[in-house]
């Protein structure tokens, strides 16, 4: 293997019954302990010398990684599984880090649905998510519409009763290309960011101007109690 770099010995010289360790230029490989061999170095195990009187075994550093292997294993399998959309994880600017719902680490319920086609309408989002078996799973939705061209901006917030909902949502809905208007598109799911919640949604549009009463109803953002649609709360 390559030299390890120099390093600055702070150990005291070795005295008295201490072995002593021949001069032995920065970066030779040789043997630490033991019977010995040709220059004089001992047999216990293989080590880099770097420096006066200061030496590097790989083993101590092999064990540890091999330790971490598991560890890192699982996130790059994590990664993975975000990256091609197989389970919620990092999105970039939508979701952070790598804790997935699988492993109930995760506690978010609020998730964007993105490439809907435009055509798209709220009510064509509702009887989508209820006929790919989520009726009575989400409490809030949102499907923005452009007030010029009164078409949908192509992506949708979908509030879910629980991580385990969210797990089966991206399941379906990620790479989802099924749907009711000819359209090439295909589904992505993201996490919602930066709201996250019931709470934090309806707060964020209670008080917005889409709730405007001159703004059509099939333009705003809906909330459910027990699969019903129910008042939106007031500011």
């Known amino acids: ?8 010995d702070e150990r005291q010289p070795e ?4 072995q002593h360790r021949p001069a032995v230029p920065p970066g030779t490989w040789s043997r630490a302990g033991g019977q010995g061999d040709a220059s004089g170095m001992p047999h216990y195990a293989w080590g880099v010398h770097i420096g006066p009187g200061m030496w590097h075994s790989p083993v101590k ?7 971490k292997a598991p560890v890192a294993s699982a996130r790059r399998r994590r990664r993975r599984k975000c990256n091609t959309g197989a389970n919620p994880a990092a999105e970039t600017d939508d979701c952070k880090g ?18 809907l086609p435009n055509d798209y309408s709220r009510q064509m989002f509702l009887d989508m998510l209820d006929a790919e078996g989520f009726a ?4 809030f939705i949102y499907l923005p519409i452009d007030f010029k061209t009164q078409a949908c901006l192509g992506y949708a917030f979908v509030n879910l009763l629980g991580p385990e909902v969210v ?10 290309a099924d749907w009711v208007v000819p359209s090439r598109k295909i589904g992505k799911v993201t996490w919602s960011g930066p709201h996250q919640g019931w709470a934090a949604h309806v707060g964020r549009y209670r008080d917005s101007p ?17 699969g019903v649609v129910a008042d939106f709360p007031a500011p």
Do not use: I
Not at 100 to 113: K, N, P, W, Y
Not at 136 to 139: M, N, S
Not at 167 to 176: E, G, I, L, Q, V
């Open 1 to 8: 293997g390559a030299p390890l770099p120099a390093g600055n």
């Open 61 to 67: 550093a092999v064990e540890a990684a091999q330790a």
């Open 98 to 115: 790598e804790v997935s719902a699988e492993d109930g680490g995760d506690r978010r319920t609020t998730v964007m649905l993105r490439n």
């Open 210 to 226: 889409v709730m405007h009463p001159s703004v059509p109803e099939a333009y705003k953002p809906l909330v459910f109690v027990d």
């Open 15 to 18: 005295t008295g019954n201490q």
């Open 136 to 139: 009575g799973l989400y409490d």
């Open 167 to 176: 797990a089966a949502f991206w399941s379906k809905f990620d790479r989802y």
